[in-house]
Nanobody, 122 residues
């Protein structure tokens, strides 16, 4: 019943910026983190950034200094501001929600969005 809907991807020149958004809805319990992962052709899906419910971020080294993750807890929405984009940032970006599946669950579950394409040209 959980849905994650991403938006904000597109085509941008190197050095440009994009802002990704992801809104979560449905039966969501005890969110641990929300965040962004990406997958480029021929590569494994990799962490970009996550943020917990007290706004502590975690960034991949490739994102540090260029990307900023933020969230609106009341809206169950996470954002990724991407600045100084590079061609190597080209990938499908997936929103991730790590949360309990039921109120009584002792472990958490990863929900995924459909992905939004980010293409950076040189």
């Amino acid at each position: 019943q959980v849905q994650l809907v991403e938006s904000g991807g597109g085509l941008v020149q190197a050095g440009g910026s994009l802002r990704l958004s992801c809104a979560a809805s449905g039966s969501i319990f005890s969110i641990n983190t929300m965040g962004w992962y990406r997958q480029a052709p021929g590569k494994q899906r990799e962490l970009v950034a996550t943020i917990n419910r007290v706004n502590v971020p975690n960034y991949a080294n490739s994102a540090k200094g260029r990307f900023t993750i933020s969230s609106d807890n009341a809206k169950n929405t996470v954002y990724l501001q991407m600045n100084n984009l590079k061609p190597e940032d080209t990938a499908v970006y997936f929103c991730n929600l790590n949360a309990r599946r039921t109120p009584s669950s002792t472990s958490r579950y990863d929900y995924w969005g459909q992905g939004t394409q980010v293409t950076v040209s040189s």
